[in-house]
């Protein structure tokens, strides 16, 4: 089936440090997001990003479809950035997401 | 605006008795999601509705899950007889549109369900 598999599966950084979260998919891809989910389990939506690079804040991400990989960028990170991030996909002609299990990242002050 | 909201937020159950959750979704959207959420996993999509009509419920245990989405607003989710591999955290979600590409879906806070 779909797969969607993200790395580092933990990740633990110093305030103020950058990190490079990684999201690997099997399929080819007209629907790829990143959500942030805080520790008391709110889901947000970071970036819908099928393919090229976007911006927003110290957050950044980058699509490469022919490759079939994402990347999240998140730099000079803050205590509040702690939680998972997810990517998810959705393949033509699905309105479905699928999730990976996700990268939660720790940062510590 | 009014974020989607969920309830109850905290259920505590014996296996094999019944559990309702309800989730009203942003006004103005006409799609609702219910998703279920493993410890340490992404969510999966269980039922997927555009305005009352179920339009994707492949991945719902239909022997002990049901749903409804009444009006098109406001929708239900209920498990019955609850058995200990259902306590996960049930989340919905709710999207303007259809919820194909582009189309942001926004989360409730989600239910933790515990069956004991």
């Known amino acids: 089936g779909i797969q969607v598999e993200q790395s580092p599966p933990d990740l633990i950084l110093q305030e103020g440090a950058n990190s490079t979260l990684r999201c690997n998919f099997s399929d080819s891809v007209n629907n790829l997001q990143w959500f942030h989910q805080n520790p008391w389990g709110q889901l947000i939506n970071l970036f819908y990003?099928?393919?090229g690079t976007k911006q927003n804040g110290r957050l950044s991400a980058t699509t490469v479809a022919t490759e079939r990989y994402s990347l999240l960028y998140i730099s000079s990170s803050q205590t509040t950035d702690s939680g998972v991030y997810f990517c998810a996909r959705g393949g033509a002609g699905s309105y479905q997401l699928t999730f990976g299990k996700g990268t939660k990242l720790s940062v510590i002050p | 605006e009014a974020g989607v909201v969920q309830s109850p937020r905290y259920k505590i159950i014996e296996k094999k008795q019944p559990v309702a959750f309800w989730c009203n979704p942003i006004?103005?959207?006409?799609?609702l999601y219910w998703y279920r959420q493993n410890l340490g996993q992404g969510p999966e999509l269980l039922i997927r509705?555009?305005?009352?009509?179920?339009?994707?419920d492949s991945q719902l245990p239909k022997d002990r899950f049901s749903a409804e989405r009444l009006k098109g607003v406001d929708s239900t989710l209920k498990i019955q007889p609850a058995e200990l591999g259902d306590s996960a955290v049930y989340l919905c979600?709710?999207?303007f549109g259809a919820g194909g590409p582009g189309d942001t879906q926004y989360f409730g806070p989600g239910t933790r369900l515990t069956v004991l």
């Open positions: 979600a709710s999207s």
């Open positions: 509705y555009e305005n009352e009509e179920a339009v994707d």
């Open positions: 990003i099928p393919s």
């Open positions: 006004s103005g959207h006409n799609t």
